[in-house]
């Protein structure tokens, strides 16, 4: 209908005062057929269209301003009706294993075919070596048509490319549905997208329903066949199979923080002399702390530094030092000395820390 509307057009000369022929007849009723249809899809050209068709002969003559609304708006609808499928599926990097796992489940509906999926946590669907993100984003919504998803997480919240995202899809009246990851409640969703359009939560009771409601408004948009019978239950069983996936994402994140949170107090433990020490042996070339035993006492050599020990206080304290580094994972034993004394060595999470150590004082003295 756009493409007959637009060949119509080709065959008119429109100069002022020129009166409505056969022409302008077939081409008001085209568009008068064809506003409707894209109504869901182009509202704002829905409105324009059907004023324009309405206003387009006055008193027998072809209005010419109304004549170039239509002439546009077609130009406009032949190139979004032309442009290629991708579902666009926006998220925070940290939510990238939910991710993973939708982009497993529509690829043995879709296809694999890397022009069906942009996603920059998955490779083969991510944004370029050497692009930059914004113009990239902006070339898949000029360049395709987009069924957008968006997973909704506490931490998709705190992300100025997805709020970025989320805006492009509602301005654009995208297709749009969104994914609640077991951490994030409806009264969650914020912006411009939020619970009143369609979301599945992955823990909810009618997140099955909502999934196959999901799969076949995927299908209708790649103009693929609806699932038979017969395919039903290979979906049912990876639609369940991806549900279950989800669902214990959360459990594992728990459990990750947990640990975090662990070695945030085992951090906090040490002391004003661990904090000095690891300083002194992170500045070291070779990461390396010697023991050193002679007749006189004991020699910790870390670098060019020797700490001469000669209490039993002190090496009680040196002691309880190697022991907290290594069950921080700060530090390992390397290789013993040649009279069997232990050759310590940091790991990089040592450094981290030290280097975090120099962040925090920084911070504190500019805000001071």
Known sequence: MIDEGLST??????????????????????????????????????????????????NGIINAFFFGDIR???????????????????????DEAFVKALVKL??????????????????????????????????????????????HSPRYYQSPVCLNELGAAWIQNKECYSFLTTDCEYDDMKGVID?????????????????????YKVLNFFNLPQL??????????????????????????????????????MQDSLSDFDKKHLKKWAECDDGECWIIETMDGSFIQIGEEEFCVNSGRERAEWDNFFERLIELGFAVIDRPNSDGSPIYKLKKSAYDYVESLKTEVLQKAISG
């Open 9 to 58: 057009i080709s065959k008119m000369k429109i100069l002022s005062n020129t009166p409505a022929g056969p022409n302008t007849i077939k081409l008001r009723e085209i568009i008068k057929n064809l506003y409707p249809l894209i109504s869901d899809d182009y509202p704002l050209l829905r409105d324009i269209l059907s004023k324009a068709e309405t206003k387009l002969i006055e």
């Open 72 to 94: 546009t708006s077609l130009k406009i609808l032949k190139d979004n009706y032309s442009r290629p499928p991708k579902i666009f599926i926006s998220h925070k990097s940290e």
């Open 106 to 151: 529509l690829r043995l509906y879709i296809g694999s075919d890397s022009e069906k999926i942009f996603c920059s946590s998955v490779p083969n669907y991510k944004i370029g070596i050497g692009k930059a993100i914004y113009p990239e984003i902006k070339v898949q919504f000029e360049e395709h048509e987009v069924f957008m998803i968006i997973v």
């Open 195 to 215: 619970s009143k359009f369609i979301s599945i939560k992955v823990n909810a009771e009618d997140a099955t329903d909502r999934m196959n409601e999901f799969i």
């Open 228 to 265: 038979k019978l017969s395919v039903f239950s290979r979906w049912e069983s990876d639609r369940n199979e991806f549900l279950k996936e989800v669902c214990k994402l959360d459990l594992v994140e728990e459990q990750r923080e947990k640990v975090k949170d662990s070695e945030n107090l």
